[in-house]
């Protein structure tokens, strides 16, 4: 005859562990090389360090080095992607306001081209990427523009 352990309580089966959620970002910004930081490699990258916690293996895992990862995240304009390493991590993340040049620490040109990178889990696993427009930052981006022009008019009146 079989026996099986006694089941533990409904409450206990049905508990899940916490859910990290990565936070949107804008891509660090980098030159253009087909071998270096594309944006696409660096959601993907955030995506393996989810999955792995392990800079090494998501470094491995992109085609990229550890320090190159390193440096990626020291760069100007690397607060989003910063974040976004931290929750993928597991560490508490302070939030980044996506809306403000001066928390992201790019200028809203950048951001509304860039759009906002979204890492997709499902069930604990790396899924996929999503780009999404990133609004708040064209109508930041329209506003300097009608700003510029209307000082442009004032200055041509002689005003």
Known sequence: MKRYPPRPPRSARTARRPRRRIPAFHPVPVGKRHDGWTPARQMAFIGMLYETRSVVAAAKAVGMGRESAYRLRKRAGAAGFAAAWDAAMGFAVAPVRLDQAKSTGLPAHYRMRAGLMQVLVHKG????????P?????????????????AERMEAWGG
Not at 125 to 132: D, E, M, P, R, V
Not at 134 to 150: E, K, M, T, V
């Open 134 to 150: 990133d609004n708040s930052a064209l109508l930041q981006h329209i506003a300097q523009l009608d700003r510029h022009l209307a």
């Open 125 to 132: 696993c790396f899924a996929g990427l999503l780009t999404k």
